[in-house]
């Protein structure tokens, strides 16, 4: 493989820097080499936190370019339009979004409307022919009453669909080594979760997922 390049983006407090970290480490276990680039400025307030990840046999620039995205996972559905550009149908980019909304607090300031899920989807199209919706949010917080590892849920989802040319083992070694060991054990239940809605996946049937 030449290289991959990837976009994840949420807003703070949602693990996007923390999957961003899992998957560099997974990619240089694998043999890749890894750059990556990331604005956290903002995580700690709960403002976008976009992260740039391109790895492959030999990486010179962190950043993904407009229109070159293989893959753009989105914690949060507003915060996917705000990478739709990165993304391309001549590079037949994948969308993978998480439907949990989090209003910024610049709708109600500025009395604006949160954009309906579906016309949020309808300007993705515009630079994919892929865009998936999970509730992500919703299973892991039936599970265990928390949204935080929902980053994780969809980091097993994207390997279990093959959305990242990671191999599992690798990407439990870089779980392994980023995650806290305290909270280990329930991660990798919520990877395995992702995986197994991966594997079950029927997008005639499940209203969750949107592709086109």
């Known amino acids: 493989m030449k290289e991959f390049n990837m976009i994840t983006i949420g807003v703070g407090g949602q693990g996007i820097l923390t999957m961003m970290r899992i998957i560099a480490e997974s990619a ?18 709960g403002g976008s936190v976009p992260c740039h990840i391109r790895f492959g046999k030999k990486i010179y620039s962190p950043l993904v370019m407009e229109g070159e995205a293989h893959l ?5 559905p507003l915060e996917a339009l705000r990478a ?11 969308f993978l979004v998480n439907n949990y909304k989090i209003v910024p607090i610049s709708v109600p300031i500025l009395k604006e409307k949160y954009p ?4 949020i989807v309808e300007n993705l199209k515009h630079f994919s022919t892929n865009v998936i919706l999970l509730n992500a949010s919703e299973i892991v917080k039936k599970q265990i009453g928390s949204i935080i590892p929902s980053n994780i849920y969809m980091l097993g989802y994207s390997i279990a669909k093959g959305l990242i040319p990671l191999k599992r083992e690798f990407v439990l070694e870089g779980i392994e080594e980023i995650i806290p060991e305290k909270y280990l054990d329930l991660n990798v239940r919520i990877f395995e979760l992702g995986e197994i809605k991966a594997k079950s996946f029927d997008e005639d049937e499940d209203q969750i997922s949107l592709s086109y």
Do not use: D, M, W
């Open 28 to 45: 240089l276990r694998q043999g890749y080499n890894v750059k990556t680039s990331e604005l956290h400025g903002l995580a700690q307030r």
């Open 72 to 76: 753009i996972i989105s914690l949060e």
């Open 84 to 94: 739709c550009y990165f993304g391309s149908k001549e590079n037949k980019t994948t």
């Open 116 to 119: 309906p899920l579906k016309k």
